[in-house]
């Protein structure tokens, strides 16, 4: 019945866990409000939020792939 | 031998002072609360006895009957019980789908549910409120400040609690009375009706309950979705402390009739709490 | 085998309600909080601001102070009340005359509503009225909420306790009925003393409920508004002016409602990631329980 489910369990990735692609995405979500809001906070002075967007857009995309 | 028995019956003794001290603790400041319900203005600031042999009606006659507390009582009554029916209704379809079937995304849908009960209402308060009052409107007809939008608004945390709840006695139930009901050919919905609603029965009541007495109890929703005609009983509580200063008796006095129906009943289902509180975590 | 369509249909009226009273809330929040609304401009109506409303709240001194205190009140509390409901749930296990009526009353405190919790502990800490200003006056100590920031904080976390441990203890009585009796009656032939049975048997049986427990407790704690609000009303000055007070008394009377959706938007993140974190825990520990 397991095998039925179109967001498969697969093996844990880097993150250890067992997770679907919904999960990943979530995590990946998760981690892209915190990058801009310590982002605006601490570095936006020097360095432009486009930065911090583009980081956490790969990171999305890791988590998704090989999380 | 005598010696065991003797250090098990101080055991007892020490047992007995723990739940006696719990008791008072637990009891006092209800008990103050009804101390200050029967006592006049002038009393209340002359009077420090831990006891009262009079009791001032003034204080629940005069909100009561002469204020707007009735009608509160009465809006109070109307949507906690209107919320438990729609909730328990949808919760038993609801947790039997969650529980028998292999939904796509059903962890995902749980959580989901989950964190709706979760949310903090302070959130949640503005969008609502503005949604309520100026987006979900025809001409007239709007949610604000009607029976119809608290009982709504109150599914928000009242309907995962008792999906929650009920999954969790639902599984406990064995399918293999779901397939023999099959097939004798019955429906889905008649399976739910003949054998979940009978078999989960002292679940559902207890679940009833706790909704009924959350939606009885809550105030932040109630105080900002409504305004005149639907304001609830805890709203009208907070009414009593003003710039001109507190009606301490009569605030006391309603919150002592908020408290009855809670009491009433807590006394008649206590044996089932504990059953009831399981939340599916452990299995049977 | 059977039809996953009967499934959808079933849960299809939850789906709808909870659809327009939680997501649709929540969608409409996150839109506004991306825009400047100001409802006695000239421009009435939202104007897109982009991240403003952010960048300014993560400069929000006040408001981060306010999810501070939120969060200090919630580890005080929560420690406090998982402690106290442990000890008590492991007294409350013992047969004794009386077991019935005793946990009858325990359970009261649940039953009464936050607003009157705090219409009751008011009632018995105003200067003047209350008995407990008035007898801790007598042996020397001098207490007014109204007044001392400390003595504030701790009467909301002490009412928060006398409210909700009750709940932790309850629970984890239901999640001992539903153990087995033997390994504590096997522990008991085999010379075991109490401390030994509470640490080798009660806890590592209980652990999915102690988890379930802890994760309730922890995010009603972070969300309390109502109690605190009526013991107080978020005084003296700010000192109980926890996160959903903060939120509440703030963002209403704020004329942006840009800035509030923008700041509720702010707590709901940070509840679901807590939210989330403790729910990968618990999956986690059933898992292990399971295997």
Redesign the interface.
Known sequence: ?EA????KKREPGFLR?ETNL?DRI?IGV?IF?AI??LW??FL?SSIS?TVASIISLVLIFVIAKWG | MKQSARRKGLKQVFLYIVWIALTLITLFPIYWMFLISARSRVELFSNRNLYQTTIFWENFVRPLFQGVYGQYVVNSLIVATGNTLLVVVLAVLAAYALSRYRVKGGQNIFFWTITNRMAPPAAFMLPLFLLYSRVLRIGDLQLYDTHIGLILVYCVFNLPFAIWLLKGIIDGIPTSLDDAARVDGASTVGIIRRIIVPLAAPGIAITALLAWIFAWNEFLFATTLTSVKARTITTGLVEFVTVVGTNWGEMAAMAIISLLPALLFLVLVQRYIIAGLTFGAVRE | MKSSKTAWGLLAPTLIILGLVGLLPFIYVLYVGFHDWMIFAKVSGLVWAGVDNYRELVFDEDFLAALGRGLRFTIWTVSIQMVLGLLLAHLLMKKFKGRGFFRAIHALPLTVAPLVVGATWRLLTIPGLGPLPFYLNKIGIDYNIGWSAQQAFFTTVLMHIWHWTPFVTLTFLAGLSALPKEPFEGAMVDGANQWQIFRYIFLPMLKPVILIALFLRIMDALRIVDEVWMLTGGGPGTATRYVGIHIWRVVFPMTNYGYGSAMSVLLLYFIIVVCWLLLTVITQAKREAGT
């Not at chain 1, 039925?4 to 967001?7: I, P, Y």
Request: hydrophobic letters at 55%; proline letters at 0%.
């Open positions: 019945m039925k489910k179109t967001n866990m919904f979530f998760v409000v801009h809001l605006m906070r936006e939020l």
